[in-house]
């Protein structure tokens, strides 16, 4: 996204008309160049955000686009270009138009788009932008209405009304970074029938942690091969079934460590390993330290 060393003098917001229920917020320069440099955040930060509604003659054309600039569609529809490559927005698409990717859009005049919308930069918003599973042949990600989505974009406009204080500044810049991590996780679930198999595989799970379950055996409840069923989770989650199954292992065996005086001998039979010595290897594949040291660390 070629991010620069130094912010952007003058953030690229588009001209539209602002009417009274829509609002528009741009960061003061002076406090960007604070943002710029403080600890919390430098890596990361917004530059102007806002909320469109009904945003009727709303266009832009950006040649050389200096900032990152994220919209989230809530309802009716745009027209975008970007880099040539034509799109159409709609209600539930989220947008990422990077620094340097010249673009252009228009609201459609018979069913204006809304929008919550954020520019920012930082070192790290190639990194987020990443993360969020954007790139060059991934210019929108379709998440459908997402109230918890609108939720993050309305703590950026809380900072309204306060003077532009610096701490509320800091706030939001963090309130960014959390807006921008829970995406993969709505994005895992924005398709119903894809999420109510994955509750229903995790919840047998959690039942049959005493089991040695196979891949398999996980597989068929799904109704799938091995292979497609293991390639398919991966895609929802990012992790293996199994590894995800023992780790719920792993978490009750913390719970047991934690609140009971078993030994990890029973710990391990009840969750299905008659060989303590492998499970304890494993336990401390994930956990970083063996059972022994993990119920003698003092926590609070």
């Known amino acids: 996204?070629?991010?620069?060393?130094?912010?952007?003098?003058?953030?690229?917001?588009?001209?539209?008309?602002?009417?009274?229920?829509?609002?528009r917020y741009v960061v003061p320069e002076p406090i960007v160049r604070l943002l710029a440099s403080h600890p919390l955040t430098r890596e990361l930060y917004p530059l102007a955000f806002g909320h469109y509604r009904r945003a009727a003659g709303h266009h832009m054309h950006r040649e050389h686009h200096r900032d990152n600039l994220l919209i989230y569609c809530t309802d009716g529809k745009a027209f975008l270009n970007v880099a040539g490559e034509p799109y159409t927005v709609e209600a539930g698409d989220l947008v990422l138009l990077p620094a340097g990717a010249s673009h252009r859009y228009t609201a459609d005049p018979d069913n204006p788009w809304s929008i919550h919308w954020v520019h920012f930069?930082?070192?790290?918003?190639?990194?987020?932008?990443?993360?969020?599973?954007?790139?060059?042949?991934?210019?929108?990600?379709?998440?459908?209405?997402?109230?918890?989505?609108?939720?993050?974009?309305?703590?950026?406009?809380?900072?309204?009304?306060?003077?532009f204080r610096t701490r509320g500044l800091v706030h939001a810049s963090n309130r960014l970074r959390q807006l921008m991590t829970a995406i993969p996780l709505i994005a895992d679930e924005t398709g119903p029938a894809r999420q109510a198999e994955l509750d229903t595989l995790h919840n047998y799970m959690r039942e049959n942690l005493e089991k040695r379950l196979t891949l398999g055996q996980l597989a068929e409840l799904s109704g799938l091969s091995p292979a497609h069923f293991a390639t398919r989770y991966r895609e929802q989650t990012g992790t293996s079934p199994i590894q995800h199954f023992l780790h719920l292992k792993v978490e009750r065996a913390c719970q047991l460590l934690d609140t009971t005086s078993q030994s990890f001998a029973d710990?391990?039979?009840?969750l299905g390993y008659?060989?303590?010595?492998?499970?304890?290897?494993?336990?401390?594949?994930?956990?970083?330290?063996?059972?022994?040291?993990?119920r003698h660390t003092a926590r609070h």
């Open 267 to 270: 710990i391990s039979r009840q």
């Open 1 to 23: 996204m070629n991010d620069r060393a130094h912010p952007p003098q003058i953030t690229q917001t588009s001209q539209w008309p602002v009417p009274a229920d829509s609002v």
């Open 274 to 294: 008659d060989d303590a010595y492998y499970f304890s290897r494993l336990f401390k594949k994930v956990m970083g330290k063996s059972p022994s040291d993990y």
């Open 121 to 163: 930069t930082g070192p790290q918003a190639q990194a987020f932008g990443d993360y969020m599973g954007f790139d060059d042949g991934t210019r929108i990600r379709r998440l459908g209405r997402q109230p918890r989505l609108l939720v993050d974009f309305n703590g950026l406009l809380s900072v309204r009304e306060t003077g």
